[in-house]
Structures are given as structure tokens and as C-alpha cells.
């Protein structure tokens, strides 16, 4: 059974920084796609960056690039969300996302990060960012 559990949300100002962390349980961590996603209120949700396990290959948002970083660590089966320069529009519900389909990339490829959302099947509860200006 796939579980995915984040924490690390909170409430910061404007310009501050938060550390997302998703445990990962129940597939075999190291040949997935892993994702980032959030959703505002009245949004639909979106993906913010996405990570493939076996190779390290990144991808990332327009609205995030240079501020957000994902990386894993495999030992621990974790994957991660650095936020950097926090802006009030990152306001969300953040969620971790992963999917072991070869479609995945295709979907990044031709959609971009932000509208993969489709092809990811395992989602965690998600956690709150709140940023204030």
C-alpha cells in the first residue's frame, strides 16, 4: 500500500523560506516519478516541480524556478521541497504526488510540470503554506 505523508508547512512572511518533506512507503522509491503539487482556494491544482527517482531528472513550474528546489534523499525514502523567497501567490495546500508510469515524462514534456497532474496516482493529505506580505 502506497503511502505518502508531508509535513513542514507553516506560516511565513513574505521573502522567508519553508522545507516540505514527503515519507515515502509501500513501492519501490527508487524507480518513480515523484511530484510537488499545490492548490489555492478556487485553484485548481497545480504541479510546482516533479523529480524522476532512478535518475535525478528535475523539473519545475515558470512561477517557481530559482526559488524552489526538489530533491530525495533515498536512504530515508523522502522527498523534498525547498522554498526559497516565499511570495503571498505560493499561498497553498501542498501536496506530494508520485506515479511509477512511463507516461509521466511525456506529460512533462508536452504539458509542462504545472498541468501533470492526471498522471500521478498516489497522492499524500497535503500541507499547509501560508505566506504573508
Known amino acids: 500500500q502506497v503511502q505518502l505523508v508531508e509535513s513542514g508547512g507553516g506560516s511565513v512572511q513574505a521573502g522567508g523560506s519553508l522545507r516540505l518533506s514527503c515519507a515515502a512507503s509501500g513501492f519501490s522509491y527508487s524507480s518513480y516519478w515523484m511530484g510537488w503539487f499545490r492548490q489555492a482556494p478556487g485553484k485548481e491544482r497545480e504541479g510546482v516541480a516533479a523529480?524522476?527517482?532512478?535518475?535525478?531528472?528535475?523539473y519545475y513550474a515558470d512561477s517557481v524556478k530559482g526559488r524552489f528546489t526538489i530533491s530525495q534523499d533515498n536512504a530515508k525514502n523522502t522527498l523534498y521541497l525547498q522554498m526559497d523567497s516565499l511570495k503571498p501567490e505560493d499561498t497553498a495546500m501542498y501536496y506530494c504526488?508520485?506515479?511509477?508510469?512511463?507516461?509521466?515524462?511525456?506529460?512533462?514534456?508536452?504539458?509542462?510540470?504545472?498541468?501533470?497532474?492526471?498522471?500521478?496516482?498516489?497522492w499524500g493529505q497535503g500541507t499547509q503554506v501560508t505566506v504573508s506580505s
Open positions: 523529480i524522476y527517482i532512478g535518475g535525478g531528472r528535475t
Open positions: 504526488a508520485a506515479d511509477e508510469g512511463s507516461d509521466v515524462l511525456s506529460a512533462i514534456q508536452a504539458l509542462g510540470v504545472s498541468a501533470s497532474r492526471d498522471y500521478f496516482v498516489y
